[in-house]
């Protein structure tokens, strides 16, 4: 039976529709804002080698979010208060978490049984708490779109005023410290400038899912390549195409957006493994 005209018009139908909603063009907008940070953000993550920090801000961010939405105050600035704080602890700490893999263990699990205790008592919504964990980009508000875009900008802002210390205390932290730079410092800045993009991340693939958004394009791109303007382009490309990607798929098929979005982080990673993994030297930051 052959299909007819309007048959095959009709199938194509959602893609060119997409944009006629309001919702999606909102989705889009705060998906595009929040994976750039996440893409930027990620990659000096991975380059640091603190992919764990991001997990692990994550998991105490379910705590505040919970906690804030049970007090009737938005779930992103409960998000933001706690990994903010955190993330100040962790940095100031440094090295003296290193080797307490068993108290740190237990600090995060007692901030993700805080966030499951706070789920019990908030019982008004099922829908605020999936949102939280899984996230929920289609639901964005046109508020919260504004609160992300402006943490958005001073994140990004932030990000690039610290820029130029930040790579050398990655790269070369001996010679950094012999040359002045403050590692301390450094590290709590750029803990705290994680602990937002944690936060907006959240908004996109929920508490549960920020790994794949912010640790899955840099580690892909910096496999791809060793220089770090292009590494950097990459990680915030292959973050955008994620998420536009997801949206677009999860219109079409109904299925949840996070679950597209993590899918194609993953696949694009592991494509990634095609491809020998370059080197990052120090002199490679020049460029």
Same mark, same amino acid.
């Given at each position: ?31 595009? $804002? ?5 893409? &930027? ?33 938005? &779930? ?25 893999? $068993? ?12 966030? $499951? ?8 919504? &099922? ?12 639901? $964005? ?17 932030? *990000? ?42 959240? #908004? ?17 791109? #910096? ?13 915030? !490309?292959?973050? *955008? ?16 957006? !996070? ?29």
């Amino acid at each position: 039976m052959s299909s007819s005209p309007g048959t095959a018009q009709s199938k194509a139908k959602p893609i060119a529709t997409m944009f006629e909603y309001d919702f999606m063009r909102t989705a889009f907008m705060a998906g595009g $804002v929040v994976a750039v940070v996440a893409g &930027a953000v990620g990659f000096f993550l991975v380059l640091r080698n603190l992919t764990f920090a991001g997990h692990a801000l994550s998991h105490v961010g379910f705590a505040g979010a919970t906690g804030s939405v049970l007090i009737g105050i938005g &779930a992103l600035w409960g998000l933001l208060a706690f990994t903010m704080a955190a993330a100040l602890a962790m940095g100031l700490l440094g090295d003296r978490l290193r080797n307490r893999d $068993v108290a740190v263990g237990i600090i995060l699990s007692l901030a993700l049984g805080l966030g $499951v205790l706070f789920l019990y008592l908030y019982t008004t919504s &099922a829908t605020e708490a999936t949102a939280i964990l899984f996230g929920n980009l289609l639901g $964005v508000s046109l508020a919260t779109l504004w609160s992300l875009l402006g943490l958005s900008v001073a994140t990004v802002l932030a *990000l690039a005023m610290i820029s130029r210390p930040l790579l050398f205390a990655t790269l070369a932290p001996e010679l950094a410290e012999a040359k002045g730079v403050s590692l301390r410092l450094v590290s709590v800045l750029f803990l705290a400038i994680v602990a937002v993009a944690v936060a907006e991340a959240a #908004q996109v693939v929920g508490v549960l899912l920020v790994f794949a958004l912010m640790v899955g394009p840099a580690a892909a791109s #910096q496999r791809l390549t060793a220089r770090l303007g292009s590494g950097l382009a990459l990680a915030i !490309t292959l973050a *955008l195409s994620e998420t536009w990607g997801g949206l677009a798929l999860a219109y079409v098929t109904d299925w949840p957006t !996070t679950f597209w979005i993590v899918l194609l982080s993953c696949l694009a990673y592991f494509l990634s493994f095609a491809k020998p993994t370059p080197a990052i030297a120090a002199g490679s930051a020049r460029e």
